[in-house]
């Protein structure tokens, strides 16, 4: 007779999201879900995801920590022209609803801007 055996769960990548005070989370992150996925249900301020991550507001920008940069990737087409309407953005500006989380995010820091909104 064949007993279930469930399997063993796997560590889920920790991501540290850092707000514009200085105030950081720690959190752990499922797998699949995208960087802004994972603020939005953890109750992360200045990520406010408007359009619920289908890169067409803008408003869940985020900076790269520059050591992860080359880990995360470049922006495809569609958030580069996203983030050219921020006349601050950065060479590690982001759409945290276009970066997934993977094993290899493990560790990742992302910073959260003062405001999605610019006057």
Do not use: F
């Not at 950081?24 to 995208?34: D, F, Q």
């Not at 992360?44 to 050591?67: F, H, K, L, Q, Y």
């Not at 945290?96 to 006057?119: F, H, K, M, N």
């Amino acid at each position: 007779m064949l007993k279930y055996k469930p399997e063993p769960r796997k560590p889920m990548p920790r991501i540290t999201y850092i707000e514009n005070d200085g105030t950081a989370h720690r959190l752990e992150i499922r797998n699949g879900l995208s960087l802004m996925e994972g603020a939005v249900r953890n109750g992360i301020a200045g990520i406010d995801a408007e359009c619920g991550g289908v890169c067409a507001c803008g408003t869940c920008r985020v900076m790269i920590a520059p050591e992860w940069a080359a880990a995360v990737g470049t922006a495809k087409a569609m958030e580069a022209a996203m983030l050219e309407l921020d006349d601050e953005a950065r060479s590690t500006s982001r759409l945290a609803c276009q970066i997934e989380v993977t094993a290899l995010l493990d560790g990742l820091i992302v910073y959260v801007p003062d405001s999605q909104y610019r006057p």
